[in-house]
């Protein structure tokens, strides 16, 4: 059985890179480790898929440190493993966020100067990609957040080109559901560390966390339907422009 849902997940992975084209003879690819779940999967699933795929591509693991007291060896021993070099940033962002600018609502900022710092460093390193472990509850809950605090519809998508930094952010679990990435961490024994951050589990993303898991309970194949509203959506099912 754990062996079948391996394969399942290295199948589902495969295919979303394959059906948005994610890589290329010749990447070199940054992948983002934060030491939560998503990213050691991410890591842990592109090695697999490295090994067997017919286009030659390079892993980097890359740590961008907001300023936290962090268990970095682990991280390192695991990139070790997987046989995939490791790369440490230092920042001072949570000093800027938290002690400078004394954010109300710190996440914002936050996630801006990590993303900057981790496409920075991928450029520094010669990589082309950087990968993030965002799965498809990040995309549902992305659209609601923009939904309900922004009145957009709007997430992020499988692959952006980043004009600024020149580089291409992939997502190669973004039809992968949270408990099936969770539950590959599991299996695998993928080292998890604890969020260190004051805001954490505190924040406008946990509210919609929330609102998606009562939703699910009640219509147990809400992100699969999402997900194909998302594959299929046409301007034509939407209001029209007013005059």
Same mark, same amino acid.
Request: proline share 5%; with cysteine; aromatic share 8%.
């Given at each position: 059985?754990?062996? @079948?849902?391996?394969?399942?997940?290295?199948?589902?992975?495969?295919? $979303?890179? #394959?059906?948005?084209?994610?890589?290329?003879?010749?990447? /070199?690819?940054?992948?983002?480790?934060?030491?939560?779940?998503?990213?050691?999967?991410?890591?842990?699933?592109?090695?697999?898929?490295?090994?067997?795929?017919?286009?030659?591509? *390079?892993?980097?693991?890359?740590?961008?440190?907001?300023?936290?007291?962090?268990?970095?060896?682990?991280?390192?021993?695991?990139?070790? +493993? @997987?046989?995939?070099?490791?790369?440490?940033?230092?920042?001072?962002?949570?000093?800027?966020?938290?002690?400078?600018?004394?954010?109300?609502?710190?996440?914002?900022?936050?996630?801006?100067? /990590?993303?900057?710092?981790?496409?920075?460093? %991928?450029? *520094?390193?010669?990589?082309?990609?950087?990968?993030?472990?965002?799965?498809?509850?990040?995309?549902?809950? $992305?659209?609601?957040?923009?939904?309900?605090?922004?009145?957009?519809?709007?997430?992020? $998508?499988?692959?952006?080109?980043?004009?600024?930094?020149?580089?291409? #952010?992939? /997502?190669?679990? %973004?039809? =992968?559901?949270?408990?099936?990435?969770? @539950?590959?961490?599991?299996? @695998?024994?993928?080292?998890?560390?604890?969020?260190?951050?004051? %805001?954490?589990?505190?924040?406008?993303?946990?509210?919609?966390?929330?609102?998606?898991? *009562?939703?699910?309970? +009640?219509?147990?194949?809400?992100?699969?339907?999402?997900?194909?509203?998302?594959?299929?959506?046409?301007? +034509?099912? =939407?209001?029209?422009?007013?005059?």
């Amino acid at each position: 059985m754990a062996k @079948e849902f391996r394969r399942w997940v290295l199948a589902g992975v495969k295919k $979303t890179i #394959v059906d948005y084209g994610m890589l290329a003879s010749g990447d /070199r690819v940054a992948v983002g480790l934060s030491g939560g779940k998503d990213s050691a999967v991410l890591l842990h699933v592109l090695n697999q898929v490295r090994r067997v795929a017919p286009v030659k591509f *390079e892993l980097h693991g890359v740590f961008i440190d907001a300023g936290w007291p962090v268990e970095v060896n682990v991280l390192r021993e695991f990139c070790r +493993r @997987e046989d995939v070099p490791f790369y440490y940033k230092p920042t001072d962002i949570a000093a800027i966020v938290f002690d400078i600018r004394q954010e109300k609502n710190p996440c914002s900022l936050c996630a801006n100067l /990590r993303r900057g710092a981790l496409h920075s460093t %991928a450029g *520094e390193l010669g990589c082309n990609k950087v990968a993030l472990g965002h799965h498809l509850d990040d995309v549902l809950e $992305t659209f609601l957040l923009n939904l309900f605090f922004t009145g957009r519809f709007q997430t992020f $998508t499988p692959v952006t080109f980043l004009d600024r930094s020149g580089v291409t #952010v992939i /997502r190669p679990l %973004a039809c =992968l559901p949270q408990e099936h990435v969770h @539950e590959l961490a599991r299996l @695998e024994r993928l080292p998890v560390l604890e969020n260190p951050c004051p %805001a954490s589990g505190r924040t406008r993303r946990q509210e919609v966390r929330q609102v998606v898991t *009562e939703l699910s309970a +009640r219509y147990p194949d809400l992100r699969e339907r999402f997900l194909h509203a998302l594959q299929t959506a046409g301007l +034509r099912n =939407l209001w029209p422009a007013r005059h």
